[in-house]
C-alpha cells in the first residue's frame, strides 16, 4: 500500500545511473519506481543529475512568488491598456 505521504504530496523520487541504465525510485521506499536504458553511461549520468534536483537545491537563487507578484501585476495591466489601444 502507498504510503500516506505519497498521496498526497506524490512520490519523492531518486535517480540513480548504473552504466547505461538510468534508475529512480521513492525515497519513501513505498516500491514506486523504475528505469530506462540509454545509448551510452554519459546520457544515463547526465539525466540522473538533471532528474535528481531538488526545488529547494535553489531556493536562495529564485525570486520566491509573492516578489514577482508585483511586476507580474504591471505586466498584466500594460497589456490590458494596450489591448484596449488597439481595440
Given at each position: 500500500?502507498?504510503?500516506?505521504?505519497?498521496?498526497?504530496?506524490?512520490?519523492?523520487?531518486q535517480?540513480t545511473?548504473?552504466?547505461?541504465?538510468?534508475?529512480?525510485?521513492?525515497?519513501?521506499?513505498?516500491?514506486?519506481?523504475?528505469s530506462?536504458?540509454?545509448?551510452?553511461?554519459?546520457?544515463?549520468?547526465?539525466?540522473?543529475?538533471?532528474?535528481?534536483?531538488?526545488?529547494?537545491?535553489?531556493?536562495?537563487?529564485?525570486?520566491?512568488?509573492?516578489?514577482?507578484?508585483?511586476?507580474?501585476?504591471?505586466?498584466?495591466?500594460?497589456?490590458?491598456?494596450?489591448?484596449?489601444?488597439?481595440?
Amino acid at each position: 500500500m502507498t504510503p500516506l505521504t505519497c498521496r498526497v504530496f506524490g512520490h519523492d523520487y531518486q535517480f540513480t545511473a548504473e552504466g547505461t541504465t538510468m534508475r529512480w525510485s521513492c525515497v519513501r521506499e513505498c516500491g514506486a519506481g523504475g528505469s530506462k536504458e540509454y545509448e551510452s553511461a554519459a546520457q544515463a549520468q547526465r539525466y540522473a543529475r538533471a532528474f535528481d534536483r531538488k526545488d529547494t537545491d535553489d531556493l536562495g537563487r529564485r525570486a520566491p512568488l509573492m516578489g514577482l507578484f508585483p511586476l507580474r501585476m504591471a505586466r498584466a495591466m500594460r497589456k490590458r491598456v494596450e489591448g484596449r489601444r488597439q481595440a
